[in-house]
């Protein structure tokens, strides 16, 4: 087991411009999240997956994001017509669903800047 | 709504000096309860939790208790090292299937 793995580590774009990112969660796991963290913040929840199916999303998450779980393993989240505000760390994170509180698996992020 | 309240950092300690850092929480009904660390370089990774009231999480020589009464779960270890300098979040998951995260605490330990 590899873990959880986002491509691609950092991402450097202009505004305006579209970007794509890829999470790769642990296989069995069926639970995947997104989150956006800011410098000296705490990660934000932003949408939720269980299995394909997209479940929650963050009124944080604006129309021009995003975010797909195709047969329920990877998944990617768009940004289009990126913002200077876009810029931050993209975490995925991946659970197996589980009664007493699951653990969620955090992928090490990729990284934004939108110039 | 719901949300996490950590004491601000940094906090700077010796070896082996005790270590405390405070969290808060407002969420309506028995939410779960975490601590995450983050290592220099490293994603996010779960350290201990505690689904519910006096639950009490421990793990790598740090513990916190899950207090109802004063919505706190505040995280302790009775001896600190180097290696655990690190950002330490606390959060909570309440109902729905979203984590709330506090903002951090960066731990800087001497030798």
């Known amino acids: 087991d590899t873990g959880v793995s986002q491509n691609p580590r950092h991402k450097i774009t202009k505004r305006g411009q579209n970007v794509t990112f890829r999470c790769d969660p642990i296989s069995e796991h069926n639970r995947l999240y997104w989150y956006r963290q800011t410098l000296g913040q705490g990660p934000e929840f932003l949408t939720y997956f269980q299995n394909e199916a997209q479940l929650e999303k963050s009124r944080l998450l604006s129309d021009r994001f995003s975010a797909e779980r195709p047969k329920g393993s990877f998944s990617t989240l768009e940004i289009q017509r990126t913002e200077q505000g876009d810029s931050a760390m993209y975490l995925c994170?991946?659970?197996?669903?589980?009664?007493?509180?699951?653990?969620?698996?955090f992928g090490p992020g990729t990284r934004l800047l939108v110039l | 709504g719901d949300s996490v309240t950590q004491m601000e950092g940094p906090v700077t300690l010796s070896e082996e000096a005790f270590l405390t850092i405070n969290c808060t929480y407002t969420?309506?009904?028995?939410?779960?309860l975490f601590w995450y660390v983050q290592y220099p370089g490293e994603g996010l990774q779960l350290l201990l939790k505690a689904t519910k009231a006096d639950d009490k999480g421990s793990n790598k020589g740090f513990e916190a208790t899950y207090r109802k009464e004063t919505t706190s779960f505040h995280l302790e270890k009775g001896s600190v090292q180097v290696s655990d300098s690190a950002v330490y979040f606390c959060?909570?998951?309440?109902?729905?299937?979203?984590?709330?995260f506090g903002a951090g605490t960066r731990l800087f330990v001497k030798a």
């Open positions: 959060a909570l998951k309440g109902g729905g299937f979203k984590t709330i």
């Open positions: 969420a309506t009904g028995y939410p779960s």
């Open positions: 994170a991946s659970s197996l669903a589980v009664s007493g509180g699951e653990t969620q698996y």
